[in-house]
């Protein structure tokens, strides 16, 4: 089985531009999450969609959204940047079935992202 | 306010003995418990879980313990190798919210 990709792998965008991520789940698997990686805070919680709905959403702020697909794939826009939302941005996806299955998430390689 | 804490930021062990990677957790409502493994410029590669009903869990040379009262998970590697090297999280996640929160990991070396 193939894994979860993630495109593009790095991005350079300017302050105040936008930018769309892009991430294919596992074949079979229905829920996506998104995480931010940064040295300080560590991998934090974006956003899980499953079945095209948005299930829960982290303590981000609205310039960060969201959206999926019907085939499951995923993809995550930021407006406005800011400096500080240069991070790895990791996409993982599950059966999201229930159980552990639903938290037991298989990741992406990551975009790296730097906001100059 | 972390509800995840990994106190370890490093450990060294020779190739060949037992690695103790400790998680603390606040929150009893959490229902799994998970160990992911991270190599630089990869994302987290997931090694195993345990649900709150089990207090071990075990898949190869990986073993996975919880201890609900004192809200305090632990991976054993035996015998740890050197491509075992590597930035281990532990994650939590339960109560319906489709979320895993994780610590802030551990950077495990295994010497030769």
Not at chain 1, 15 to 22: A, D, E, I, N, P
Not at chain 2, 7 to 26: A, F, K, M
Request: glycine share 10%.
């Amino acid at each position: 089985k193939a894994g979860v990709t993630q495109t593009p792998r790095y991005l350079i965008k300017t302050r105040g531009q936008q930018v769309t991520l892009s991430c294919s789940p596992i074949s079979g698997h229905r829920s996506v999450s998104w995480y931010q990686q940064t040295p300080g805070q560590g991998l934090q919680f974006l956003f899980e969609y499953f079945s095209e709905t948005q299930r829960n959403k982290g303590n981000f702020p609205g310039r960060f959204s969201g959206r999926q697909f019907s085939n499951s794939r995923s993809e995550m826009n930021v407006s406005t940047l800011e400096l500080g939302d240069s991070a790895l941005y990791l996409c993982a996806s599950s059966s999201g079935t229930g159980g552990v299955r639903t938290y037991e998430q298989y990741f992406g390689p990551g975009t790296r992202l730097t906001v100059t | 306010d972390q509800q995840v804490k990994q106190n370890s930021p490093s450990l060294s062990v020779q190739e060949g003995r037992i690695s103790i990677l400790n998680c603390d957790y606040t929150n009893s409502m959490f229902d799994y418990f998970l160990w992911y493994k991270k190599y630089p410029a990869e994302g987290p590669t997931f090694l195993i879980s345990i649900s709150s009903i089990k207090d071990k869990n075990e898949d190869g040379r990986f073993t996975v313990f919880l201890n609900k009262s004192a809200k305090h998970l632990s991976l054993h590697i035996v015998p740890s190798q050197p491509g075992d090297s590597a930035v281990y999280f532990c994650a939590v996640g339960g109560g319906s919210n489709y979320k895993l929160t994780f610590g802030k990991g551990t950077l495990l070396t295994v010497n030769p």
